[in-house]
């Protein structure tokens, strides 16, 4: 078995996306994959949250393939491997000085003391390297963290420190068990058998019928990790090159195992069939461009109000679809056609300034097809907008002064602190 140091370029259970040359499994992970995939336009750091041995350090490969990184260029940094702060300090330091055209993947930073969780946020979060004089900009490279849990749930157990978690709350994946992918089981079982053979200079081995059937009915509480150990452990026992239950130490699984195989394995090829590439919904797609202009925005201490950039998107699409007529227009709205008068020269003055912020680009055709998409008339949209992104503020500004994310919101520090309160009695209900 390969053993992994500190700096690794490989990592990872599992395989390469299509297109590369080994050790892909076609295994979506519930839209794991597909969200690594679209998550790499973006240049927003990237949480990455799943139980040991679900496949974390893959995903990360995914979203150092599709953003168009180099072989090589994947770094992961093993944050459990660090005796102290400096050690800590002094790697990661080291990291970010040669990150450029890379990808930095931070495994288990909760594990960091505070003080090197902090350094890195800060350094993160205002994309420049602390010790080096002039300052190093970090606007060349990706990062990602590989977290066990919520990140919600890491910092209220103060494990991980509030400012880095909300580096990396942006727009997170979830990668769920192994359990939950049942599909996947055998194609990681036997990609995994053939790895392995490889490995060891063996002849090619199979898994057995009542194997398979043992397999599907485990619950891999290790997930992949102890599907890998396992089968490494059932290669030295096996007395020919079939693997049997008893190798792989899952005689009880088969006993139990009522179901049949064949229905499973006739619906693979229906599986691959329709799998496609991700479409994300017009929301999804509104999520995420608030997210990477918040994450501009607080990491470089912009003053670009996009709260009010975003009601006059909002108020600019419904006018459209409702032929440019005030009235109509108020009544999706949920106001007063005067107060639609009133709102659209304002909105014709900001329209200069939306259209050059790079912070803004295609924001208005992600809120028209967001509207479109939207079938409840009866909410507000503006309502609805205002939250949207109050939510990325306060996910991403644990580190951002309360009169900074403000002006990002375009409010006043006591109109915030109010939307706060609303956001939470709506939450609530």
């Known amino acids: 078995m390969k053993q992994q140091g500190l700096w690794d370029t490989e990592g990872g259970a599992g395989g390469q996306r299509p297109g590369s040359n080994t050790g892909y499994v076609l295994d979506n992970m519930e839209g794991a994959v597909d969200r690594a995939a679209f998550l790499a336009k973006t240049h927003m750091p990237i949480a990455i949250i799943g139980a040991r041995g679900t496949g974390k350090m893959y995903v990360a490969r995914v979203v150092h393939e599709e953003a168009g990184g180099l072989p090589g260029h994947l770094v992961a940094i093993d944050c459990r491997e660090f005796r102290n702060c400096d050690a800590a300090n002094r790697a990661i330091a080291r990291a970010l000085k040669a990150s450029v055209g890379k990808t930095l993947v931070f495994k288990y930073p909760h594990l960091m003391c505070t003080e090197a969780q902090t ?79 490889a490995d060891r200079d063996l002849a090619e081995h199979r898994f057995t019928p009542e194997a398979e059937r043992a397999m599907l009915a485990h619950t891999w509480e290790g997930n992949i990790s102890e599907m890998r150990q396992r089968i490494s452990d059932a290669l030295g026992s096996a007395s020919d090159a079939w693997v049997s239950p008893a190798d792989l130490g899952l005689l009880g699984a088969a006993r139990e195992q009522q179901r049949v195989l064949e229905p499973i394995v006739d619906g693979f090829g229906g599986e691959l069939s329709n799998l496609g590439r991700y479409r994300p919904s017009a929301t999804e797609e509104l999520e995420l461009g608030l997210a990477e202009a918040v994450h501009h925005a607080l990491s470089t201490r912009a003053c670009e109000p996009l709260g009010l950039w975003l009601e006059d998107e909002v108020v600019l699409a419904v006018l459209a679809q409702c032929g440019g007529q005030p009235p109509k227009a108020a009544r999706r709205l949920q106001t007063t056609s005067r107060n639609v008068q009133r709102w659209q020269p304002r909105i014709a003055e900001r329209d200069s300034e939306r259209g050059e912020s790079m912070l803004w680009k295609s924001m208005d055709e992600r809120v028209r097809a967001w509207l479109a998409e939207a079938a409840d008339d009866a909410t507000d949209p503006l309502a609805t907008a205002r939250t949207l992104l109050l939510k990325q503020l306060e996910s991403q500004g644990a580190g951002v002064s309360l009169k900074q994310r403000a002006v990002v919101l375009g409010v006043s520090v006591p109109t915030y602190n109010k939307r706060l309160r609303e956001a939470a009695v709506e939450g609530s209900k």
């Open 119 to 197: 350094r890195l946020a800060r350094q993160l979060s205002t994309r420049t390297v602390l010790d080096t004089r002039p300052p190093q900009p970090l606007s060349q490279a990706r990062f990602v963290a590989l977290l066990p849990d919520s990140i919600e749930r890491l910092v209220r157990t103060q494990q991980l420190q509030e400012r880095l978690g909300s580096v990396f709350a942006g727009y997170p994946i979830f990668v769920p068990p192994i359990r939950d992918r049942q599909r996947a089981v055998l194609r990681w079982a036997d990609k995994i058998l053939q790895q392995e053979c």
